[in-house]
Structures are given as structure tokens and as C-alpha cells.
């Protein structure tokens, strides 16, 4: 079945580490990529988009992501966390349909210990 | 900046009730969405709402969902008769265009509980 999987489901990490985060999605053809952030008690914010270009994309807050096609992956990356980047991170992909409709990744669990 | 609302934050409703969730787009916004979060669940896609139709829905959007722009400026969702399995949290969005790069933007939820 068409679906976009995260695999780790909730990660701790220490400050300063550095951090990635799978993402694989199913769906042929054009696809339009995202990571959504939503930090406690506050709403869904894009960190990123991919639709074209450069396979690696630079977001908000230091985070990256690079697209790999032939792996059809997704994978976000930050080079040091810190402690405010404890949250909720999903994955999301937009197949090829002509609505805009998201399709989530089961979202991963960010813990920072300080 | 433009943000997208929901009220209210939080419902609680008995099953076989009627419920609103209301929405406030982006004012420029055409595009019109629903999901939901299931407590420990992935989000998921429920409606998407273009030119006063609905122009994509989930097997999750049965009969019991309907959406409606009413005036112009809300955009809500009518559950007409609740049941358990309704709890979650319902994320409104709405979208300029369907062109990239336009993204889509998120209200802040409504956590629905239904007892």
C-alpha cells in the first residue's frame, strides 16, 4: 500500500548531537516532500519543502533534508540539536493528485536532554 | 503574520452528538483542508475543500462528516452524530495555490473529546 514511513519512533538524544531521521515514502511519480515540526502545545509548522532542484534543502531553525529518489527517502538531518528542538517531527508527502492533500509519516518523538 | 484559527481549542461531547469545528483560512487561501490525529496515530487526511466543493475526501469521511465555507470566511466541519472512536485532534489548513512552492499552513487544533 502507498504510505510514508518514519522509523524511529521516538529518539533521545543529548545536546550537541547530531540527529536524523528517516523517512521513506511509496508513491511513484512526482512527489512533493515535507517535514512538519510541531512543538508541545503548539501547532503544525513546516521546517522544509522539497518540490524540485536541489535534492538537498535547507529549512528553518538549521535543519536540512535530502531527497533521494532512488531511495525514495526523505531524511532530516541537524548537525548539533539542541534542547528547544525537543518535539513531534513528521514527515509528509503530497503524491501526484490534484488536491494537496498531505500524507503523514507516523511522526517521531524528539527528546533533548539538556 | 497570516495565521490559520480553529475554535474552539477543546470539545467535549456526549456520542450521538452534533458537533461544529469551526475554522478561520488564511484570507487569500483557496484551498480548504481537514485532518485529524488520533491520540498516538499518524495525522491523517480527511477532506480537502476547493471552489465550494468538496474536491477530495478519505475513506475516513463517511456520512456522518460534512464541510462548509458558510460565509466566506469559516470553514467547518459538522460531525452530526459522534461516536468514541471521533476523539482526536482536527487540524484545519488551508493553501494559496496548488502550485508549488505554495505550502500548506495549520490552525492549532481542536481537541474533540467524545464520552
Known amino acids: 500500500a502507498q504510505s510514508v514511513s518514519q522509523h524511529n519512533h521516538h529518539v533521545i538524544l543529548s545536546e550537541a548531537a547530531s540527529l536524523e531521521l528517516g523517512c521513506n515514502y511509496s508513491y511513484g511519480g512526482t512527489v512533493n516532500l515535507f517535514w512538519y515540526v510541531q512543538y508541545p502545545g503548539q501547532h503544525l509548522q513546516l521546517l522544509l519543502k522539497?518540490?524540485?532542484?536541489?535534492?538537498l534543502v535547507k529549512g528553518i531553525k538549521g535543519f536540512e533534508a535530502e531527497f533521494i529518489k532512488s531511495k525514495f527517502s526523505f531524511n532530516l538531518r541537524k548537525p548539533s540539536v539542541q534542547w528547544s528542538d525537543t518535539a513531534e517531527y513528521f514527515c509528509?508527502?503530497?503524491?501526484?493528485?490534484?488536491?494537496?492533500?498531505?500524507?503523514f509519516g507516523q511522526g517521531t518523538t524528539l527528546q533533548v536532554k539538556p | 503574520e497570516p495565521e490559520v484559527t480553529q475554535t474552539p481549542s477543546h470539545q467535549v461531547t456526549q456520542m450521538g452528538q452534533e458537533v461544529i469545528l469551526r475554522c478561520v483560512p488564511i484570507?487569500?487561501?483557496?484551498?480548504f483542508y481537514w485532518y485529524r490525529q488520533i491520540l498516538g496515530q499518524k495525522v491523517e487526511f480527511l477532506v480537502s475543500f476547493y471552489n465550494n466543493e468538496i474536491s477530495e475526501k478519505s475513506e475516513i469521511f463517511d456520512d456522518q462528516f460534512s464541510v462548509e465555507r458558510p460565509d466566506g470566511s469559516n470553514f467547518t466541519l459538522k460531525i452530526r452524530s459522534t461516536k468514541l472512536e471521533d476523539s482526536a485532534m482536527y487540524f484545519c489548513a488551508s493553501r494559496k495555490s496548488l502550485i508549488p512552492p505554495y505550502e500548506q499552513y495549520f490552525g492549532p487544533g481542536t481537541r474533540l473529546t467524545v464520552t
Open positions: 509528509a508527502v503530497i503524491p501526484s493528485s490534484n488536491t494537496g492533500k498531505l500524507i
Open positions: 484570507s487569500n487561501h483557496l484551498y
Open positions: 522539497y518540490f524540485s532542484g536541489d535534492p
